[in-house]
């Protein structure tokens, strides 16, 4: 790769949320701290609140509205990292295949290293998965097991559920008094900032 090419991103999002991880990329790449340009934003919706960021950065949209129609699109685009930010649908396995240590996913839990391991929260209590959980879920999974910490992980989409080279991780200290909607509002910032600090590695790195 020559010092002036960036590398190739899709950024692929569904009608929850409101995009802000696309967003914190978008800035990111805007800052210059991330090395790369958005080839597509692909949406299985059309009224993703995602889609009106695109738009507004003229970014290219393409809509996928089934998993299966997936693996065509993204070979189209010659891609070096596909961003899950935000996409429900189930990733077939013919497309993990396709694109090995290339598809970056944000899970709401602390993945370890390796499968049968541990994560270890900052106070050394032990960190929760969260495996099969998505967001409000994971939340209140912490909240149920009194946790001391929440925490997110950002990993290579594999053939194992919920399980990959992980590529970064953030935590949130629990207080008392959080409820669901207060502790993920704090933890979806350090996932916005953490989804930057990936793509800054490997965009440097690659």
């Keep these: 790769m020559s010092p002036k090419s960036k590398l190739k991103l899709a950024?692929?999002?569904?009608?929850?949320?409101?995009?802000?991880?696309?967003?914190?990329?978008?800035?990111?790449?805007?800052?210059?701290?991330?090395?790369?340009?958005?080839?597509?934003?692909?949406?299985?919706?059309?009224?993703?609140?995602?889609?009106?960021?695109?738009?507004?950065?003229?970014?290219?949209?393409e809509i996928c509205p089934t998993k299966e129609m997936?693996?065509?699109?993204?070979?189209?685009?010659?891609?070096?990292y596909i961003c899950l930010a935000g996409w429900k649908q189930i990733i077939l396995d013919e497309v993990i295949l396709a694109f090995p240590?290339?598809?970056?996913?944000?899970?709401p839990g602390l993945i370890p290293n390796t499968i049968d391991g541990n994560v270890g929260n900052p106070d050394s209590t032990k960190a929760l998965w969260n495996k099969g959980m998505l967001a409000t879920k994971a939340i209140k999974n912490f909240l149920d097991h009194k946790a001391t910490f929440a925490g997110s992980s950002i990993h290579f989409l594999t053939l194992n559920?919920?399980?990959?080279?992980?590529?970064?991780?953030?935590?949130?200290?629990?207080?008392?008094?959080?409820?669901?909607?207060?502790?993920?509002?704090?933890?979806?910032?350090?996932?916005?900032?953490l989804y930057v600090e990936v793509l800054k590695k490997l965009c440097k790195n690659d």
């Design 101 to 107: 240590n290339k598809i970056i996913n944000l899970h």
């Design 161 to 193: 559920f919920d399980f990959g080279p992980v590529l970064g991780k953030t935590f949130e200290k629990i207080e008392t008094d959080d409820s669901v909607e207060s502790l993920y509002k704090r933890l979806k910032k350090k996932e916005n900032q």
């Design 70 to 80: 997936l693996l065509s699109l993204l070979k189209k685009l010659n891609l070096d």
């Design 11 to 61: 950024i692929l999002i569904s009608n929850v949320g409101a995009g802000t991880n696309l967003q914190a990329i978008i800035d990111g790449i805007d800052r210059e701290e991330i090395k790369a340009e958005i080839c597509a934003v692909i949406s299985d919706k059309i009224d993703a609140p995602g889609l009106e960021r695109a738009k507004k950065h003229s970014l290219k949209i």
